[in-house]
């Protein structure tokens, strides 16, 4: 979104598009359809306000408390300002200005970044980044030329480094399968 924050549309294959109940207005969202053993388990969308606040909704990881469902935007606990959101699957992440990463959500993968059960409300899984993008049960950070990886446990690749950008200034980052940077 540009210059002005806007409500969320939401649509699936073959269905049109439909206001996202009771969004606010969003100035970035993200969103992912998670697989797990073959089975689709919904999707979860988040969002951050003007504010920074997130907010999320769809299938599990709310970041509220609960692994409920809601199709409307709930706030994320713990107050915090986002400059980024990022869903990564069964889980969400948010980067503050101050490089700080928080995420919320499942755990099966180390998608949180860190070792533990799953998160009811963000913990603290990275700090020093400067993006964040994730996909499926994938969270990439980019922290000066290094983008280093976390989850992703049961695809059998380590945690950690998995690319340089030495020499490049970085505006855009995202993932879906693959990564790119703008």
Same mark, same amino acid.
């Given at each position: ?31 992912e ?29 709310? %970041?509220n /408390?609960?692994?409920?469902?809601? =199709? ?5 606990? &713990?107050?915090? +300002?986002?400059?980024?959101? !990022? ?16 995420c ?22 990275a ?21 280093d990886?976390?989850? %992703?446990? /049961?695809?059998?690749?380590?945690p =950690? ?5 030495? &020499?490049l200034? +970085?505006?855009?980052?995202? !993932? ?7």
């Amino acid at each position: 979104v540009d210059a002005e924050s806007a409500e969320a549309w939401c649509w699936q294959p073959s269905a049109a598009p439909a206001k996202v109940p009771d969004s606010p207005s969003f100035t970035s969202i993200d969103i992912e359809w998670p697989f797990t053993g073959g089975e689709t388990q919904g999707f979860l969308g988040c969002g951050l306000d003007a504010g920074g606040a997130a907010l999320c909704w769809g299938a599990g990881a709310l %970041g509220n /408390g609960t692994f409920g469902t809601s =199709g409307s935007p709930v706030s994320v606990s &713990g107050g915090h +300002v986002f400059v980024e959101i !990022a869903v990564a699957g069964l889980a969400a992440c948010g980067r503050k200005s101050n490089g700080e990463v928080w995420c919320w959500g499942r755990n099966n993968e180390g998608q949180l970044g860190i070792e533990g059960p799953d998160a009811l409300e963000p913990v603290q899984a990275a700090t020093g980044v400067d993006h964040i993008a994730a996909s499926q049960e994938i969270v990439l950070a980019l922290r000066g030329s290094s983008v280093d990886r976390w989850g %992703g446990a /049961g695809w059998q690749i380590e945690p =950690g480094p998995v690319a340089t950008l030495e &020499g490049l200034e +970085v505006a855009a980052f995202a !993932a879906d399968g693959a990564e790119c940077v703008l």
